[in-house]
């Protein structure tokens, strides 16, 4: 597997930042995004990519997250009741619903400054902002704020991380240890992200 992310990151950058853009689409829809997962994607981007893609995967991040919660945002303004009471909003839970409605209502659009960093929560703040009928612009601002400071933290981490290996004896896999460490740093991140949100709705 390690040799086939390798070859991956012989790609055209823009072929390669193409499909991390779809990757983060599809991150940001319910469902879809538990088998997406966002983070490993983007420190596996930074694992086989090289130091010039920084600035590219950036973008692709932002710009991927902001079509797929702009498209949940939309579903959710035009089809919010119907979708909670389908077959797919059953699988969601309606518990999930109403937790994202309070958020929204008690934290308002800064909400989707964080929502980035919660799963779950993160695909399903946007289909509750539309269900709410939130402005697109207030929302869109937010969730900018939210995907970049997202996207900044993982690449962060991600070139941080790829620049241990390079000083680990035994010559590890760059890619490798970018994904491990990276995540186990994230996940710090993550519970600072909750305590924040706690804080707010709490």
């Known amino acids: 597997m390690t040799q086939w992310l390798a070859q991956i990151g012989e790609l055209p950058v823009l ?20 088998l997406v997962p966002g983070d490993v994607a983007i420190l596996a981007a930074v694992g086989v990519g090289r130091p010039s893609t ?12 902001l079509a797929g919660w702009s498209l949940s945002f939309l579903i959710g303004r035009r089809y919010s009741d119907r979708l909670r009471h389908s077959r797919v909003g059953g699988w969601i839970g309606e518990t999930r619903w109403t937790a994202a409605e309070g958020i929204l209502r008690r934290g308002g659009g ?41 996207a900044g933290l993982y690449l962060a981490l991600g070139t941080a991380s790829r620049s241990v290996a390079g000083l680990l004896p035994g010559d590890p896999s760059p890619l490798l240890v970018t994904m491990g460490v990276g995540l186990v740093l994230a996940s710090v991140a993550l519970l600072g992200a909750r305590r924040r949100l706690f804080s707010v709705v709490g």
């Open 15 to 34: 072929l390669l930042m193409g499909a991390l853009g779809l990757v983060m689409l599809f991150d940001a829809v319910p469902l879809l995004g538990v």
């Open 54 to 65: 920084g600035l590219a995967t950036f973008t692709a991040v932002l710009v991927g997250c």
């Open 110 to 150: 800064r909400m989707m400054v964080v929502a980035p960093f919660l799963p779950v929560f993160n695909a399903l703040l946007p289909l509750a902002a539309g269900g709410l009928r939130m402005s697109y612009r207030r929302f869109l601002g937010c969730a900018t704020i939210g995907a970049a400071a997202w």
